[in-house]
C-alpha cells in the first residue's frame, strides 16, 4: 500500500452533478497510480452526496452547508488532502471523465520538473472526443485579452503531444505538489468562480514556480456543464468581473491603461454575449459583472 506521501489526493467538486459526478468516479476507479479522492458536495440538493456515499463508500465525502463556489469549495477539498498527508493533490472537475494513466503521467513529470507549480492534463471534449479543448493557455494581465487556448478545436492528431510550459494552469484539471501548494496557497474564496486557476497561476510564477501541460495525461470534458455552457449568462458575469479583478491586481496601469484594458474586455464580453442563445440575458450579465467590478462587489454574484 502506497504511504500519503506517495499518494495523490484527487478532489472533486459537485454542486447538483450527480449524474456526472458518478461517471467521473467510475473512471477515477479505473486508474493505474495510488490515488485518495475526495469529493466535496456543494451544497447540492440533488441527491448527491447519498449516491457517492452508497456507490463509492470509499470516497472521502465532505458536504458543505451551502454553494461555496468553485474556489471556496475545491479550497474545501484542498485543505482535506494537505490534512490527509498527500504528496500531491489534483483538482478535477466533476464533470470530466479520465485516461487509466492520467494521474501517473502527472506525477512521473512533476518527478523531472522541480520547478513545476502546477501540471496540467490534455483537455479533450468529450462530444466529440477527438478534439482539444485545452492543450495551454498564454495570458497576460496587461492586454486584458486571455488569448485563446492552445489547440482550441483542434484535431487531436498529435501536434500536441510534447509537455509544453502554459501562462495559466486550468483548474479543471491541475495537479499541485503539496510543497508548492503550502507555499503558494488555496484559491482566492472571493472570485468565487473563473478566473481562480489564472489569479493561482500568477501567485505561483511570482514564487518562482513554472507551469506545465503533460499531453500523455489525458481526459474529456463536458466543458461549463455547471454554468450552463461556454457563453451562458453565469460564464458571462464571472468572466468580465474576475478577469478585469485578475488583470488590475497582478498588472497595474493607471487611469489610462485601466480604462482601455477594460474597454477590451468589456466590448470581448459583450460580442461573446451577442453570439449567445440568450442574448438578453447574457447582456445583462455583463453589464452586472461590469457594474460590480467598479463597486469591488466580489463572492457570489447578487442580481
Given amino acids: 500500500m502506497a504511504s500519503p506521501a506517495e499518494t495523490t489526493a484527487v478532489v472533486v467538486l459537485s454542486w447538483n452533478g450527480r449524474e456526472d459526478t458518478l461517471a467521473c468516479l467510475a473512471s477515477l476507479a479505473k486508474v493505474d497510480a495510488p490515488i485518495a479522492t475526495i469529493v466535496v458536495d456543494n451544497g447540492s440538493t440533488d441527491g448527491t452526496s447519498d449516491a457517492v456515499r452508497e456507490a463509492y463508500p470509499d470516497v472521502e465525502l465532505i458536504r458543505t452547508e451551502r454553494n461555496l463556489g468553485f474556489a471556496e469549495g475545491n479550497n474545501v477539498g484542498m485543505r482535506k488532502a494537505l490534512e490527509l498527508g498527500a504528496g500531491y493533490v489534483l483538482v478535477l472537475n466533476n464533470d470530466v471523465e479520465v485516461d487509466p494513466a492520467f494521474v501517473s503521467a502527472l506525477v512521473e513529470e512533476a518527478g523531472r520538473r522541480p520547478d513545476a507549480g502546477a501540471l496540467c492534463s490534455k483537455i479533450l471534449y468529450f462530444d466529440p472526443p477527438d478534439l482539444i479543448w485545452f492543450a495551454g493557455a498564454s495570458f497576460d494581465p496587461r492586454s486584458g485579452y486571455n488569448g485563446r487556448q492552445r489547440g482550441y478545436r483542434d484535431r487531436d492528431d498529435g ?7 502554459t501562462d495559466r494552469a486550468c483548474g479543471a484539471a491541475m495537479l499541485v505538489p503539496r510543497r508548492v501548494l503550502e507555499e503558494v496557497g488555496v484559491f482566492d474564496p472571493e472570485l468565487f468562480f473563473y478566473s481562480e486557476d489564472t489569479d493561482w497561476s500568477l501567485r505561483a510564477h511570482a514564487a518562482g514556480y513554472r507551469h506545465y501541460v503533460v499531453p500523455a495525461s489525458r481526459l474529456w470534458h463536458k466543458v461549463s456543464v455547471t454554468s450552463g455552457g461556454e457563453n451562458s449568462p453565469t460564464t458571462l458575469y464571472y468572466g468580465i468581473r474576475n478577469t478585469i479583478a485578475v488583470c488590475e491586481r497582478w498588472a497595474p496601469l493607471g487611469a489610462f491603461g485601466t480604462w482601455r ?33 467598479r463597486a469591488g462587489r466580489f463572492g457570489q454574484r447578487r442580481t
Wanted: proline content about 0%.
Fill in 261 to 293: 484594458r477594460r474597454s477590451i474586455l468589456l466590448a470581448a464580453h459583450v460580442a461573446q454575449a451577442a453570439m449567445s442563445s440568450r442574448k438578453r440575458e447574457g447582456l445583462t450579465a455583463v453589464w452586472q459583472g461590469w457594474r460590480d467590478v
Fill in 159 to 165: 501536434r500536441y503531444d510534447d509537455v509544453c510550459e
